[in-house]
C-alpha cells in the first residue's frame, strides 16, 4: 500500500500501465491544441516508446488521436467523459464539506 493523506484511506498499489496511460491525459493542460511526442515525453516522464504503446489502446478507445503530422489530441470519448461529469457531478455536496 501506500501512503495517504492524513485523513483519507490508504491508497492502494495499482495497475502501473493504466496509471501512466492516466498520466498521459493528464498531460493535456486547458488550451493545448495537441501535443507532439517530445512535449508528452516531457510532461509526464514517461519514456518515448511507452507513450507510442499507449497511444496505441488510448487510440482504439477514442480517447486519444494523432494528426497527420504526428500531434496527439485527445479525441472524442474524453470529452464525453468530461461532459458527464459536469452532469453527475453534485457541487451541493463538495459545497457542504467545506
Same mark, same amino acid.
Given at each position: 500500500?501506500?501512503?495517504?493523506?492524513?485523513?483519507?484511506?490508504?491508497?492502494?498499489?495499482?495497475?502501473?500501465?493504466?496509471?501512466?496511460?492516466?498520466?498521459?491525459?493528464?498531460?493535456?493542460?486547458?488550451?493545448?491544441?495537441?501535443?507532439?511526442?517530445?512535449?508528452?515525453?516531457?510532461?509526464?516522464?514517461?519514456?518515448?516508446?511507452?507513450?507510442?504503446?499507449?497511444?496505441?489502446? =488510448?487510440?482504439? *478507445?477514442?480517447?486519444? @488521436?494523432?494528426?497527420? /503530422?504526428?500531434? &496527439?489530441?485527445?479525441?472524442?470519448?474524453?470529452?464525453? =467523459?468530461?461532459? *458527464?461529469?459536469?452532469? @453527475?457531478?453534485?457541487? /451541493?455536496?463538495? &459545497?457542504?464539506?467545506?
Amino acid at each position: 500500500m501506500t501512503k495517504s493523506t492524513e485523513g483519507s484511506k490508504p491508497i492502494k498499489s495499482g495497475v502501473e500501465s493504466v496509471e501512466r496511460a492516466l498520466r498521459l491525459l493528464e498531460a493535456f493542460n486547458m488550451g493545448d491544441n495537441g501535443l507532439a511526442l517530445k512535449q508528452l515525453a516531457q510532461r509526464t516522464g514517461l519514456d518515448k516508446a511507452t507513450i507510442l504503446r499507449l497511444s496505441v489502446s =488510448l487510440e482504439k *478507445f477514442g480517447y486519444l @488521436t494523432r494528426d497527420y /503530422e504526428g500531434i &496527439f489530441i485527445l479525441d472524442h470519448h474524453f470529452g464525453v =467523459l468530461v461532459q *458527464f461529469t459536469e452532469i @453527475t457531478f453534485n457541487w /451541493e455536496i463538495l &459545497f457542504d464539506q467545506l
